[in-house]
């Protein structure tokens, strides 16, 4: 068994949070977002750090929900449900907030959740083979813990259409769309990022603090706890419809869904 999630901080300052699940494309489940909200909040009280970057090993950077996962949870009790909605969004809200740069790296497969991520960090670069979908809706299940960090990242208009059809699109609809900010060849990923990190140390960490804050106040992204609490009881409840449930059993068993019988 390895760690779900690795992190390191190094002597600039500079945290590295990786996602380690590659064998299943990175794909989130409980352990890992677990290990997302542990590995935040231990650097969050590092007073040295400076910039966060996320990334994912393997082939892709975060493959969605393990959607296995996502039947197991959905099988539990409704009390069970709104808290694993509630660790998810707290783990992407405390990326979105945290009071330093976020840079993030992505390659391959960057969907449903892996969007949120993305569009919760400051400056998002991407690998020209990247692919990206808002997919929840093709298995019955809402994106409404990410849906205010897509909001700000590429406006509702965008986010009307890519979450409503859950269909995929690549590296270069991503920059146009604003959900990614750079396009470079894989192999140049790593060296975008430290490029980016060069110039976010070369900023005042306090200035940077406050003109971060004072963005979140406008967007989107910067509700209050009632919207919070609203997002995670819609996140849990669609889990358990009877259409959560038909939209999963078709993932399960490699077939279309049968909306129709829900």
């Known amino acids: 068994m390895h760690p779900p999630v690795l992190n390191s901080l ?3 300052g500079v945290a590295s949070v990786t996602l380690n699940r590659p064998e299943v494309g ?3 489940n409980g352990d890992m977002i677990e290990g997302l909200l542990a590995a935040i909040d231990a650097l969050s009280a590092r007073p040295e ?3 966060l970057l996320l990334k994912g090993n393997g082939k892709h950077f ?3 929900a ?3 996962w996502v039947r197991s949870v959905a099988g539990a009790s409704a009390q069970e449900n709104v808290r694993v909605s509630r660790a998810t969004a707290h783990a992407i809200d405390r990326l979105n907030r945290l009071p330093v740069p976020t840079v993030v790296l992505v390659q391959g497969g960057c969907f449903g959740g892996g969007t949120g991520l993305a569009a919760a960090c400051d400056v998002a670069i991407a690998g020209d083979n990247a692919l990206f ?3 929840e809706v093709r298995w019955g299940l809402t994106a409404a813990i ?3 960090q897509l909001s700000d990242a590429i406006a509702v208009r965008q986010l009307r259409r890519y979450a ?3 269909e995929r699109f690549g590296a270069a609809e991503a920059q146009r769309i604003g959900l990614v900010h750079q396009v470079v060849p894989p192999e140049h990923l790593a060296a975008a990022g430290e490029e980016m990190i060069r110039r976010l140390l070369e900023n005042g960490p306090q200035a940077m603090a406050n003109t971060k804050a004072a963005a979140l106040k406008s967007a989107w992204g910067g509700f209050e706890p009632p919207t919070f609490d609203a997002l995670v009881a819609a996140h849990a409840r669609q889990r358990q419809t009877p259409e959560a449930a038909e939209g999963l059993a078709s993932f399960a068993e490699k077939r279309a869904a049968r909306w129709a019988r829900v």
């Open 66 to 68: 393990d959607l296995a």
């Open 146 to 148: 990410i849906i205010p």
């Open 49 to 51: 750090l400076r910039v």
């Open 164 to 166: 409503l059809t859950g």
């Open 133 to 135: 979908s808002i997919s």
């Open 62 to 64: 975060q493959a969605g």
């Open 26 to 28: 990175n794909a989130y």
């Open 10 to 12: 190094d002597p600039r």
